[in-house]
């Protein structure tokens, strides 16, 4: 795999912007390229999460039970409620379109939120966002 391209397309996510070079290689080591067709489930409502997921091309959808909440594109991610709050999936995550992402498991994850504070805030903001939006979500 070639760390220097994955770390361009890194920069292009918004997540990713503020961190420096030494940074963005780290992340690159750790996270593994998949192409994924229209229609694969990338996560599933209710499961345990292992991975934190980067969508770098496509579209991916978020659905709870049977409603779609959220339709995301490139630079957005998902997966990061697992994996920091310690609970099951909160939602199921499809692709709409045939996708490239980046998924970086749990261990290497809470490392890089280690070793980049700023990236662990940018989370931690993106996580209280999506949980309030879930608990009205369930209010209704």
Same mark, same amino acid.
């Given at each position: 795999?070639?760390?220097?391209?994955?770390e361009e397309w890194l920069q292009t996510v918004p997540l990713?912007?503020?961190? $420096?070079?030494?940074?963005?290689?780290? %992340?690159?080591?750790? +996270?593994?390229?998949? &192409?994924? *067709?229209?229609? !694969?489930?990338?996560?599933?409502?209710?499961?345990?999460?292992?991975?934190?997921?980067?969508?770098?091309?496509?579209?991916?959808?978020?659905?709870?039970?049977?409603?779609?909440?959220? $339709?995301?594109?490139?630079?957005?991610? %998902?997966?990061?409620? +697992?994996?920091?709050? &310690?609970? *099951?999936?909160? !939602?199921?995550?499809?692709?709409?379109?045939?996708?490239?992402?980046?998924?970086i498991g749990r261990r290497e994850f809470r490392s890089l939120?280690?070793?980049?504070?700023?990236?662990?805030?940018?989370?931690?903001?993106?996580?209280?966002?999506?949980?309030?939006?879930?608990?009205?979500?369930?209010?209704?």
């Amino acid at each position: 795999m070639d760390h220097g391209k994955t770390e361009e397309w890194l920069q292009t996510v918004p997540l990713f912007q503020g961190l $420096s070079k030494k940074q963005l290689r780290e %992340v690159s080591s750790v +996270a593994t390229r998949l &192409n994924e *067709p229209a229609g !694969a489930v990338l996560t599933k409502e209710g499961q345990t999460g292992y991975e934190f997921i980067v969508v770098l091309e496509g579209e991916i959808e978020i659905r709870k039970g049977d409603r779609v909440v959220a $339709s995301r594109g490139p630079g957005s991610y %998902v997966g990061e409620i +697992a994996l920091l709050d &310690n609970r *099951p999936r909160t !939602a199921t995550v499809v692709a709409k379109t045939p996708v490239v992402i980046e998924v970086i498991g749990r261990r290497e994850f809470r490392s890089l939120l280690a070793d980049a504070p700023e990236l662990s805030e940018e989370i931690m903001s993106t996580m209280a966002q999506r949980l309030s939006e879930l608990d009205a979500d369930a209010d209704t």
